[in-house]
């Protein structure tokens, strides 16, 4: 777990815990992103680096939730995006995430911009910028480079402050315990 610049750093889940079918038309960006900072809350509990990540269905619904479990699952793969497309696609069986938002709390990489992209989500709402890995702004323009076949509305700096300050308080107390 190497801390990026700014105290934002990309992460995953672990096992995925079953994210109940709930309609909550009408939620605000900032009231998604809260659910976000749960997840991220709940990465941090395992020693994880907290990032969260929640999809909602073009209905309103929240569909999915993941966070960051590359150390507890060994998988360099397992960031809270990923978690949560899988969950997704598994839930509505399609890969097909049309009219879907991701929330998550940090800019997304590349693997996981990538992912967001093929699943064909519609929006991508993110916290914090990651100046070392982020690929939706700040490092590259996945998501909005036209020659992509599929392309998603971006929303950043949504709770921006607290998503930061959660990353910084967990490299903070990393380096504490001299982790």
């Given amino acids: 777990m190497e801390e990026k610049a700014g105290g934002c750093q990309a ?16 939620m605000t960006d900032q009231e998604w992103m809260r659910l976000a900072l749960e997840e991220a809350e709940a990465a941090a509990a395992k020693g994880e680096v907290p ?3 929640v999809i909602v269905d073009a209905s309103g619904r929240a569909i999915a939730r993941g966070h960051n479990a590359r150390e ?6 397992a960031h ?4 949560a497309v899988k969950e997704a696609a598994a839930r509505t069986l399609s890969w097909r995430l049309d009219g879907a938002t991701a929330y ?17 989500v519609a929006r991508v709402v ?8 982020g690929a939706i702004d ?32 967990f490299f903070a107390e990393l ?3 001299g982790g």
Avoid at 128 to 133: L, Q, V, Y
């Fill in 175 to 177: 380096r504490t315990r």
């Fill in 138 to 169: 700040t490092m590259f323009g996945i998501g909005r480079d036209p020659r992509l076949n599929h392309r998603f509305e971006v929303v950043s700096g949504v709770l921006g402050d607290e998503c930061s300050s959660a990353l910084r308080r």
């Fill in 104 to 120: 998550v709390t940090l800019e997304p990489c590349a693997m996981c911009a990538g992912a967001l992209v093929h699943a064909r």
């Fill in 51 to 53: 990032v969260g990540c």
């Fill in 72 to 77: 507890t699952l060994a998988d360099p793969t």
């Fill in 11 to 26: 992460q995953s889940h672990e096992k995925r815990r079953k994210t109940p079918h709930k309609r909550m038309t009408g």
């Fill in 126 to 133: 993110y916290g914090c910028a990651d100046p070392k890995g």
């Fill in 80 to 83: 809270a995006e990923m978690i």
